[in-house]
Every structure is written in C-alpha cells, then in structure tokens.
C-alpha cells in the first residue's frame, strides 16, 4: 500500500491490500470470530481485544468484507472496495483538523478510478448501480461516524495564546504582604508556649503546698497569666 503522500492522488488499488490468496483464505473462515482474527493477523492488529485503536480498524475491515459479501462483488471488486475505504481511513486519520470534506471528494475520486475503463488510468470494475450502492454504505457507514473516527485515531489539538502588548509598561511584580502589629513572630510565640508550660507545672505544685505560703505565688501566677493574655479579671 502506498504511504500517506503517495495517497493524496487517486489510484488503481487493485490487489493493493487483499490478494487472491487472502481473500482465498478468509473465505475459509467459519465464523466471524475467525474472519475477525484472520483480518487481525493479515493486519498485524493481533491486540483488537484490549487495544481499542486495533478493534475499531478490525471492526472496520470485517463489516467492509461484510458488505461485499452482502453485494456478490467478486475477489476482484472486494479487493478493490477494501483498499478503497481502507485508503479513506487513512486520509481521514492523517490530520487532527477537521478534513470531510477533503476526505470525501479523495472517496469519490477513488470510486471513480474504479468503475471507468480507460487504462492505464482507472478500470471499470463497478457498474454505476454498484457504485451507487457502494456510496450509500460509505456515507451511512464511515462519513455518518466521521467525527468519532476522527477522535480515536488522531491527538488532541491544544491551542495556548499568550499577548504581548506593545507600548504599555511592564506590569510590577505583587508586593510581599505585610506583617499585622497583632501578630506574633512565630520565635516570639514559641517562647510563650514555653513560658506557658513553665506556669502551669509551677502551679501544680504550688496547689499540693498549704495555702499560708502559697498566697503570694498565686498572685504572681495570675499576673504572669494576665500579662500574656491567658486571664480575665
């Protein structure tokens, strides 16, 4: 298949993804599990169970075999219609930015290049009603979730703006806050506590001490605590 500058221009892309030996072999299959895990295979998309990306591709490519089947398109035809949308996928999925439109017109071009004969540069591998129905599918199919694919497979687009005005002076830096008069340096409060501690042990002992001696140092305790704040008279 070729890269994704090589897919801007429309092509002839038949046996380009399927060959006769790959469609042989998927015909093969019983089930659509096993249709589901030879595509994985054939892809190297063997991690569709638990990568997201990896399910929506293979889900994608099952449902385009799906719709060929459906249609009686001989192996040359499906292989044809695969690499068509396959293609479309891709020129979906090469940019973030919202590219329908674009991505459209590239589908159509490509059908196109399939359901002319004039060689070398297209063939006519689809008659007009096939060519309706196929541009049916893909509209109601693809297009219809062209958002949701857009969103799974290509990164976020984050826009930062920053101005610069040109004339005006430079905006000063804040200035530090300033420290209130009520409040206490945090070494000034520690030796507060300290002295708090101080008091209340010297009061326990005092307390276990008689009472004629113990007048006065309870007087001075109280002032002690008046003068930090800690008694109300």
């Known amino acids: 298949m070729p890269s994704g500058g090589e897919r801007n221009c429309p092509m002839i892309l038949l046996w ?22 030879q595509l994985a295979h054939l892809f190297h998309l063997e991690d569709f169970e638990t990568n997201l990306k990896s399910g929506i591709v293979v889900d994608l490519y099952f449902y385009t075999l799906q719709f060929a089947q459906d249609s009686d398109f001989s192996h040359e035809q499906t292989s044809a ?28 071009s490509l059908l196109l290049h399939h359901s002319v004969k004039r060689p070398p540069y297209s063939v006519g591998l689809f008659s007009a009603d096939q060519v309706k129905n196929i541009s049916d599918y893909v509209l ?10 857009k969103y799974a497979f290509t990164p976020k687009v984050r826009l930062d703006l920053s101005f610069h005005y040109v004339g005006l002076p430079v905006t000063p830096p804040p200035e530090p ?13 520690a030796d507060i506590s300290q002295e708090r501690a101080e008091i209340d042990q010297q009061y326990e002992n005092e307390a276990e001490e008689p009472m004629t001696e113990g007048g006065i140092d309870f007087l001075l305790i109280a002032v002690v605590y008046h003068s930090c704040g800690l008694l109300c008279f």
């Open 81 to 108: 219609f695969f690499s068509i949308v396959k293609a479309t996928h891709h020129k979906c999925i090469e940019s973030p930015y919202d590219n329908m439109q674009e991505t459209f017109e590239f589908f159509k």
């Open 16 to 37: 380009a993804d399927l060959t006769l030996e790959h469609l042989d072999g998927l015909d093969q299959c019983v089930t659509a599990g096993d249709k589901l895990r």
């Open 140 to 149: 109601k199919s693809y297009f219809k979730h062209f958002k949701m694919y």
């Open 177 to 189: 806050e300033e420290t209130h008069e009520d409040e206490v340096p945090p070494e000034e409060e």
